[in-house]
């Protein structure tokens, strides 16, 4: 039978997984019934294709269509935020609200390359092993260091040109809210601000002290928000 309540689709960041979630979720039910995928390549997810927004964005809509959804609600963490606004625009039927959060929306050559330099394995062992450890859990069954390359190389591609083009944000008519934590060194309010502004429904949003990842984030204050944006 097809359900006939608006859902909410949580979609991870890169390099995350849906566990992400789940502080959020406990927050959020019973009010909204909740749905945390895992982007193929990610938490153990595995994946024969490369990453690609196409991709993530089409397997979102393959999982609204496996989960009989017909419209939902999207809250997107950083490159989720991309894929959700990647779907509003492709399928706008099938997209009501979306909030995102830190995410990056200026794509460039020098941008890409500039972030690629955070997936360096290499780097990421010699400097920082207690979140080697902890990509090696999250993905596991599969090679944590993988998905660090896959990511380098999706960002690549978005730096040349395979996101959304510029044009894509004045044909997303769907209210959304662009959220950006207060001490985010990842994400510029100027770019935020821009695509907001570029929405015919859209609206910027700070996070007052919350930085980039989102385990940092104020889960009370952003279940809050997002109860609020959805209901």
Not at 29 to 36: D, I, Q
Not at 109 to 136: C, N, Q, Y
Not at 192 to 207: D, Y
């Amino acid at each position: 039978m097809t359900k006939t309540t608006t859902q909410l689709l949580l979609l991870h960041g890169a390099l995350g997984n849906a566990a992400q979630f789940d502080a959020l979720c406990g927050l959020l039910l019973p009010e909204h019934v909740a749905f945390a995928p895992n982007f193929p390549g990610h938490g153990g997810l595995p994946t024969d294709a490369p990453f690609s927004m196409a991709r993530f964005s089409d397997y979102v809509l393959r999982f609204l269509e496996k989960e009989n959804i017909e419209q939902t609600d999207i809250f997107g963490y950083s490159m989720g935020g991309y894929v959700a606004l990647h779907l509003a625009w492709k399928h706008p039927e099938r997209v009501r609200r979306i909030f995102t959060l830190g995410t990056k929306l200026d794509w460039s050559p020098e941008t890409a390359t500039g972030m690629s330099r955070m997936f360096d394995v290499e780097k990421i062992e010699a400097k920082v092993p207690h979140f080697a450890e902890m990509l090696a859990k999250m993905h596991t069954p599969l090679d944590w260091k993988e998905v660090c390359q896959n990511t380098a190389a999706f960002l690549a591609d978005l730096g040349n040109g395979q996101g959304l083009p510029p044009e894509a944000f004045s044909q997303i008519a769907c209210p959304v809210t662009i959220g950006l934590g207060e001490l985010d060194n990842v994400v510029t309010p100027e770019e935020s601000r821009a695509v907001a502004e570029s929405l015919p429904n859209g609206r910027f949003e700070i996070l007052m002290g919350a930085k980039h990842p989102i385990e940092q984030a104020d889960t009370v204050l952003l279940a809050a928000r997002l109860k609020e944006f959805f209901r």
